[in-house]
């Protein structure tokens, strides 16, 4: 029996060590719906071991995690494979310097704990979509720019709306995601993480929470493979 149990231990420590573990920095647009738990069960079914934490507050964005202090607090006590952050849409002048000016902070002090830094690049709300080519623009930007990773959500999304589906990326408020929206998000995540994961062997039985309509996730698949 003593063996068995340390056998078993030592497996939990062996799957511990080898799990990735991501945190991710951001506003309601990441915690809704709890897209780093959506991450987390999509990579489940492929057998890959994703563990997040979450520092994600109603209306912040990058300046305000770095003043509070608790971004540098959590770096410094773990060790993240990846540091995914995200802010509002940042369209225009203001929210492109602080994407540039303040991931390149969070770059620096991801850099010194061996940490990969990644742009998780969001969408406008309905009433400022034709903003969205900015915001596209201004991710890819900063991304090149701090030599960090890109997580291209939000390119995703407007292909996807381009097709005029019946599933709404866009929740009750055309600003927050539906549960379908933060699903193609997290699945966005999980392919630039494991690109060489075939995302064909999801199935919408084990999907519904988020996904309702099996030509839905076809589409997004394909167009998450896109990119």
Not at 33 to 62: F, H, M, Q, R
Request: with cysteine; charged share 20%.
């Amino acid at each position: 029996m003593k063996r068995t149990v340390f056998f078993v231990t030592i497996l939990f420590i062996t799957l511990s060590l080898n799990a990735q573990k991501i945190l991710f920095v951001g506003n309601s647009l990441t915690y809704y719906n709890n897209l780093p738990k959506i991450l987390e069960l999509v990579a489940k079914e492929y057998g890959v071991d994703i563990k997040t934490e979450s520092l994600c507050y109603p209306n912040y964005a990058l300046i305000d995690h770095l003043e509070d202090g608790l971004l540098q607090q959590y770096l410094v006590k773990n060790q993240y494979d990846y540091v995914i952050i995200q802010q509002g849409p940042s369209s225009q002048e203001k929210g492109k310097k602080m994407l540039l000016r303040d991931g390149a902070v969070i770059k620096s002090l991801c850099e010194k704990q061996k940490s990969q830094l990644g742009y998780f690049m969001v969408w406008p709300s309905k009433q400022y979509y034709f903003t969205f080519d900015k915001v596209i623009e201004n991710h890819q930007l900063a991304a090149k720019s701090t030599k960090s990773l890109l997580f291209p959500v939000g390119l995703v999304w407007k292909e996807y709306n381009e097709l005029k589906r019946k599933e709404s990326l866009y929740g009750p408020d055309g600003f927050h995601p539906s549960s379908a929206g933060s699903f193609l998000a997290a699945l966005v995540i999980f392919h630039q993480i494991e690109p060489k994961k075939n995302l064909h062997q999801l199935t919408i039985n084990n999907l519904k929470k988020w996904i309702k309509n099996e030509g839905t996730l076809k589409e997004i698949i394909q167009l998450v493979e896109k990119h």
